[in-house]
């Protein structure tokens, strides 16, 4: 079974996390896949909503599998992929450490009677540091309180802060999903996308997610045929054909 699965129902992709045995942790295989399922969503005209959901009822996701470190922020919007189509997240159970981050960088968001919200980082002695954007999604304190004193904050309590849109009974969290993502189909997506763009320059950057977008440009550099072309002509002593590519 494939680490990620993609569901089309009409214009509407529910992509899924699938290793429930390992509560969805999000392992390499798992963000690579991520990454590639969002980015296969955005480049298909025929798709014009995603909906971030996972197998079985336990967790949404438990975080970075640490058997199997992933580059996490392959998996997470607006960092390991853009799009201008709008994203809905679908959570039930646990969403643990990193899968906070994924979530938060969501548009919308879903959650069951069941979900509760834990980033125990401080308390297991890491951090890759992305989850300090929490302070521009939900009042500040709060976003504190998850991060340093590690609380658990249940669905309830994150709705009263805005965190998320809309609690629903347990199961039900992907046809609460598909009903927002119906409503989503009614508007212009010209608009809509028009709209992530403004409110993608108003919303605050983190350090991490600049960090990131830092390394991809430099990585792109690095990987590129003109790298790999200007390396050898220095070797070989000689003026250098660059492509563009």
């Not at 009409?10 to 509560?23: C, H, K, V």
């Not at 438990?62 to 994203?87: C, F, H, M, Q």
């Not at 002695?125 to 658990?152: D, N, W, Y």
């Not at 977008?213 to 430099?218: E, L």
Request: proline share 5%.
């Amino acid at each position: 079974m494939p680490a990620v699965t993609v569901e089309k129902n009409g214009a509407i992709s529910i992509i899924r996390i699938a290793r429930p045995e390992r509560l969805n942790a999000i392992d390499q295989n798992v963000a690579v896949e991520l990454q590639q399922a969002f980015k296969t969503f955005d480049a298909d005209e025929t798709q014009r909503v995603a909906i971030l959901s996972s197998v079985g009822d336990r967790a949404f996701s438990s975080g970075a599998d640490v058997t199997n470190l992933p580059e996490l922020w392959r998996s997470i919007p607006t960092i390991g992929y853009n799009t201008e189509k709008p994203i809905i997240a679908a959570t039930t159970g646990w969403v643990i450490g990193g899968a906070i981050v994924m979530v938060m960088m969501c548009d919308l968001m879903v959650s069951t009677e069941s979900t509760t919200f834990y980033y125990p980082e401080a308390k297991l002695g890491t951090t890759a540091g992305g989850i300090s954007s929490l302070v521009t999604r939900m009042p500040h304190k709060l976003a504190m309180e998850i991060m340093l004193l590690g609380s658990k904050v249940p669905a309830q309590r994150a709705y009263d802060v805005g965190f998320v849109n809309r609690v629903v009974p347990n199961g039900q969290h992907e046809a609460a999903a598909l009903e927002m993502a119906e409503q989503l189909l009614d508007s212009a997506p010209l608009v809509i996308g028009a709209l992530k763009r403004l409110v993608a320059d108003v919303m605050p950057v983190g350090p991490i997610e600049r960090m990131v977008g830092v390394a991809q440009t430099i990585a792109h550099v690095r990987q590129s045929e003109d790298f790999k072309e200007g390396i050898a002509a220095y070797k070989e002593k000689r003026k250098p054909v660059f492509k563009g590519r």
